[in-house]
């Protein structure tokens, strides 16, 4: 599958321009796990880090399912990969874990999010809670920061791939 990436609308209202950019960034992490192996999204090439490109997918399932459902919509959600045992679960990944199964999880996780945002506006406050501080957020603090949270962690990815096989790219 080849994955498709378009710039958001330069012109777009704020709505369609956060959720335009959002997609952007989950389609660039997307694609810098494009042709690789089970093995090679495993890999942990830059060292002393752990950060695999699976345990970074793993951890966007993560972080959509706890600022979409969890706090957006206060869901009663599980942890998917961390456990209290292990806080970076989903970093760490194992000789059987699968691109399937990440990348569909992760999937799921955005759709859910999409589905939940979809039934508020901008300005509109969380119903649930951030699980640390207690605050409440609105809808554009989480879109803006879902866009931080991609793109910080798609430099990551750039070097994980470099390091993998040498691909480049913005």
């Not at 498709?4 to 389609?27: I, K, V």
């Not at 345990?55 to 957006?72: N, S, T």
């Not at 399937?100 to 999937?107: G, L, P, S």
Request: glycine fraction near 6%; aromatic fraction near 8%; proline fraction near 3%.
């Amino acid at each position: 599958m080849t994955i498709e990436r378009s710039e958001p609308s330069t012109t777009a209202d704020e709505r369609t321009m956060l959720e335009g950019w959002l997609n952007y960034h989950r389609n660039t992490l997307a694609w810098k796990c494009e042709g690789l192996t089970d093995e090679q999204l495993r890999t942990t090439p830059v060292e002393p880090s752990t950060l695999s490109l699976m345990g970074l997918v793993r951890h966007m399932a993560e972080v959509e399912r706890g600022w979409f459902r969890k706090v957006m919509a206060d869901e009663q959600a599980d942890p998917i990969y961390f456990t209290e045992e292990d806080p970076d679960g989903d970093f760490h990944t194992t000789g059987t874990d699968t691109w399937a199964e990440a990348h569909a999880t992760w999937r799921a996780e955005i759709a859910a999010a999409d589905a939940n945002a979809a039934r508020f506006a901008l300005d509109d406050h969380s119903l649930g809670k951030h699980r640390r501080t207690g605050e409440r957020f609105n809808l554009r603090w989480i879109y803006t920061h879902m866009i931080e949270e991609y793109a910080r962690h798609n430099g990551h990815a750039d070097l994980l791939r470099e390091r993998i096989d040498g691909s480049t790219g913005d």
